[in-house]
T-cell receptor, first 113, second 116 residues
Framework: AQSVTQLGSHVSVSEGALVLLRCNYSSSVPPYLFWYVQYPNQGLQLLLKYTSAATLVKGINGFEAEFKKSETSFHLTKPSAHMSDAAEYFCAVSTTGGFKTIFGAGTRLFVKA | DTAVSQTPKYLVTQMGNDKSIKCEQNLGHDTMYWYKQDSKKFLKIMFSYNNKELIINETVPNRFSPKSPDKAHLNLHINSLELGDSAVYFC???????????????FGQGTRLTVV
């Protein structure tokens, strides 16, 4: 069975500061890992995904995530926050043959001017 | 050219009514899903279909009945609506996860259901 834990339901940063959103996963088989973003009253949009080809994954809008098998983590970072980054962020896991993507509880990112 | 489209976007109805939400994807995917997002933003899978066949039913009350007339469509019918059914329902699709490709789910814009 797979599961995802996102540490921190709310994260607040100043504009221009580093963004770090934490995600730990549990999976008995090699996982597929994803970060999604949800803006208010919108659906979920893929930010990036782990393909097993590289442990450092670059996504859209300047976000990146690093897969660390030893720590079972897939934390999301962005060097400099922008006001437009304020949204809900979800870490997710799926596996081949699993037929479902399991989502973390989400982290709300606030960006202060 | 919307990839995954759901209708309606908003649905307000009284307790006890029956309602349907429609979903269509034009991505050629084999697998479609229904997710429920509660007021705390928690996303929980309800159903998973692969090529019109029900694969996963996550202990959803049988008042919820999905129907997949073809692999591009997955509709959700809800009978005898209850206050607790109020939520945002998302349809999604992906390639067949058994293909071995690292494939993400593509989401519709959601249907906000309010039961009064």
């Amino acid at each position: 069975a797979q599961s995802v834990t996102q540490l921190g339901s709310h994260v607040s940063v100043s504009e221009g500061a580093l963004v770090l959103l934490r995600c730990n996963y549990s999976s008995s088989v090699p996982p597929y890992l994803f970060w999604y973003v949800q803006y208010p009253n919108q659906g979920l949009q893929l930010l990036l995904k782990y393909t097993s080809a590289a442990t450092l994954v670059k996504g859209i809008n300047g976000f990146e995530a690093e897969f660390k098998k030893s720590e079972t983590s897939f934390h999301l970072t962005k060097p400099s926050a922008h006001m437009s980054d304020a949204a809900e962020y979800f870490c997710a896991v799926s596996t081949t043959g699993g037929f479902k993507t399991i989502f973390g509880a989400g982290t709300r990112l606030f960006v202060k001017a | 050219d919307t990839a995954v489209s759901q209708t309606p976007k908003y649905l307000v109805t009284q307790m006890g009514n029956d309602k349907s939400i429609k979903c269509e994807q034009n991505l050629g995917h084999d697998t479609m899903y229904w997710y429920k997002q509660d007021s705390k933003k928690f996303l929980k899978i309800m159903f998973s279909y692969n090529n019109k066949e029900l694969i996963i039913n996550e202990t959803v009350p049988n008042r919820f009945s999905p129907k997949s007339p073809d692999k591009a469509h997955l509709n959700l019918h809800i009978n005898s609506l209850e206050l607790g059914d109020s939520a945002v329902y998302f349809c999604a699709s992906s390639q067949d996860l058994r293909s071995g490709f690292n494939t993400e789910a593509f989401f519709g814009q959601g249907t906000r259901l309010t039961v009064v």
